[in-house]
């Protein structure tokens, strides 16, 4: 199924819980609640729609890693943009699979995510996107830019409602 990338918000006011305690902020079963699954049954129907609203919780499926690629470094040396904190993290692989990369961010740090974001072209993400042989660019494009899409309003309404978020590469 492939690792993907799910984010939950939480208000100001339990945000140092969060930054604690990051785990107690994530679903049982973000997959279910991102596809509109009935959580912790192995076959159900799903809407293919979130069934959390999207005010609470953003699914960027696969496209964290391009995301990833478009706001970290250029170059070693250099600084990520400060929408990097949203997208950064890799899981850990072992024999029996994966742990997951999880991490909280306080408001304070979604409101300077959401300026960055606000910052990056579309046009950007064409420019910063590895060119590979076994992917369509203009697809692989499309798809980058409705998930920045997405992720530049989850985190411009978090930070006009001074919330944080807990995210989980996984």
């Known amino acids: 199924m492939g690792i993907r990338y799910y984010a939950y918000a939480f208000d100001g006011d339990v945000a140092k819980k969060a930054l604690s305690d990051p785990m107690s902020f994530m679903s049982a079963d973000p997959l279910a609640d991102a596809w509109g699954l009935e959580p912790g049954v192995g076959t159900s129907y799903t809407?293919?729609?979130?069934?959390?609203?999207?005010?609470?919780?953003?699914?960027?499926?696969?496209?964290?890693?391009?995301?990833?690629?478009?706001?970290?470094?250029?170059?070693?040396?250099?600084?990520?943009?400060?929408?990097?904190?949203?997208?950064?993290?890799?899981?850990?692989?072992?024999?029996?699979?994966?742990?997951?990369?999880?991490?909280?961010?306080?408001?304070?740090?979604?409101?300077?995510?959401?300026?960055?974001?606000?910052?990056?072209?579309?046009?950007?993400?064409?420019?910063?996107?590895?060119?590979?042989?076994?992917?369509?660019?203009d697809l692989d494009v499309e798809y980058a830019v409705g998930y920045l899409r997405r992720a530049r309003v989850f985190a411009r309404n978090l930070a006009d409602e001074g919330r944080g978020m807990v995210y989980l590469i996984g």
């Open 47 to 137: 809407t293919f729609g979130q069934s959390i609203p999207e005010r609470d919780m953003l699914y960027l499926d696969k496209a964290w890693g391009h995301l990833q690629v478009l706001t970290a470094p250029l170059r070693a040396g250099m600084a990520a943009r400060p929408a990097f904190r949203m997208f950064e993290g890799n899981v850990t692989m072992h024999d029996d699979g994966w742990e997951p990369w999880v991490r909280a961010l306080a408001p304070s740090e979604v409101l300077a995510i959401a300026q960055d974001l606000d910052d990056v072209s579309d046009a950007e993400v064409r420019l910063r996107l590895p060119v590979s042989p076994y992917v369509d660019r």
